[in-house]
């Protein structure tokens, strides 16, 4: 059977690094045969991995869907605000599409999305990688077998880390919402689907609190320059300078901003890139800390908080359910499982995964494509009819956030936009 082939819209950390590597280890699944990227250096590194002809190496994806269809998938790992147009071309012109979260900043795109692909009977599946993690599916699993009853309540807390809190929220392409998402849709729709996916029911009602509260300009050390690197007199009591950070520990950040990898290359990076800027001197405004809160159908309750100020990178649950109860972390990768009539406790420790994500990026891609070869006119788990509610919950707790924690029903959301 000939490997599915794609055509990979944007080559940034995503397309390049988490999924085209897949078509690397597993070539008789898949095989990139072409790359829409403006950045010369990330296409031509595209080109050279998968040994593509120069003639499918095109500088935009206008170009790409320009000469007719070339591949059966197309992976789209544009910038958000860069989703729509691509995604309703390539489902238009024959693609079915594996698109980066979130599926639009728009939620009105989001539904016309989900519409076309109906209309033109393509698979649409969005990058809700903690579905595909072990750690995520078997506490799936563990729910729909009935271990703990019914769900009561879920508490979700996403530790963002600090420094990846300053990387890409304060400095970084995510860190205006007019430019790209608010926090809790480029960030936490991940949080908002799992959530959904294991209570499984529809979600009624949500309110949410948060705000930018550390990261602004009258937070800014006394007399401190618009560039670290420019002498700035907190150098050494500041933890977010960016010359100590990024030349020392977070050298491996750095790979995301600049191709040029050597301490010169990084360097001039930081004296032109707003990875080189004061963070509390950017034009940030996403939220560093917000809660959301959530009651579902059959009366089950949600609580998430996501916070920048954590000292590790992860997500901590705990899913109380009427026979027992379930806790997780995943830097741990590990969960515990709890019986309240036996008293007994369960504790699964998984293997240390090979992909990122917790091992989520090369599993959606393994289901995507097993979808495509067996179940074609199946939604698969995270098909953009699924993930759209989930969307949505991320949209309106946006809403009730900038309305002072306004209590929003899901369904009148829903109707206000569809019937503008």
């Not at 050279?48 to 869907?65: D, G, I, T, V």
């Not at 939604?379 to 707790?397: K, P, R, V």
Request: with cysteine.
């Amino acid at each position: 059977m000939e490997p599915t082939s794609a055509i990979l819209i944007g080559a940034g950390d995503r397309g390049a690094r988490a999924y085209a590597p897949y078509a690397l280890a597993h070539p008789n699944e898949l095989k990139i045969t072409a790359v829409a990227e403006p950045n010369d250096e990330r296409r031509d590194k595209v080109r050279l991995a998968h040994q593509l002809p120069r003639e499918n190496c095109f500088s935009s994806w206008e170009k790409a869907f320009s000469i007719g269809k070339v591949a059966d998938v197309a992976i789209i790992t544009t910038l958000d605000q860069q989703h729509f147009e691509p995604t309703m071309k390539a489902l238009e012109s024959g693609y079915h599409v594996l698109l980066e979260k979130p599926m639009s900043p728009d939620p009105i795109e989001c539904i016309e999305m989900e519409r076309t692909a109906k209309k033109y009977n393509r698979q649409l599946t969005i990058c809700h990688v903690l579905r595909y993690t072990e750690f995520w599916s078997t506490i799936k699993r563990v729910v729909a077998e009935g271990k703990i009853g019914k769900i009561a309540s879920i508490q979700l807390n996403e530790n963002v880390e600090i420094m990846h809190m300053a990387h890409s929220f304060v400095r970084g392409n995510w860190n205006n919402k007019e430019k790209s998402s608010p926090m809790i849709l480029q960030k936490s729709c991940h949080d908002m689907d799992i959530i959904s996916h294991i209570i499984d029911e529809k979600c009624e009602r949500i309110s949410s609190y948060g705000s930018l509260m550390h990261f602004k300009e009258e937070n800014a050390p006394e007399n401190a320059p618009e560039r670290c690197l420019d002498g700035c007199p907190a150098e050494l009591d500041c933890p977010f300078h960016a010359g100590r950070y990024y030349l020392g520990e977070g050298k491996g950040w750095a790979k995301k901003f600049t191709e040029d990898n050597s301490r010169e290359g990084i360097i001039k990076a930081l004296q032109e890139t707003p990875y080189g800027k004061c963070v509390y001197q950017s034009d940030n405004n996403v939220v560093d800390h917000q809660v959301v809160n959530m009651e579902f159908t059959g009366g089950a309750t949600a609580t998430f908080s996501m916070c920048g100020f954590t000292r590790e990178q992860t997500r901590i649950v705990q899913i109380m359910g009427t026979k027992g109860e379930i806790r997780g972390n995943m830097e741990d990768n590990r969960i515990s499982i709890y019986d309240f009539l036996t008293k007994q406790e369960t504790v699964v420790k998984f293997d240390n995964p090979i992909s990122g994500h917790g091992g989520g990026d090369a599993g959606i891609m393994r289901s995507f494509l097993h979808d495509l070869k067996h179940h074609e006119n199946k939604s698969n788990i995270s098909s953009a009819a699924t993930s759209l509610q989930s969307h949505l919950m991320a949209f309106a707790a946006e809403e009730s956030r900038v309305n002072q924690g306004e209590s929003i029903e899901l369904d009148r959301f829903y109707n206000s936009l569809t019937t503008v």
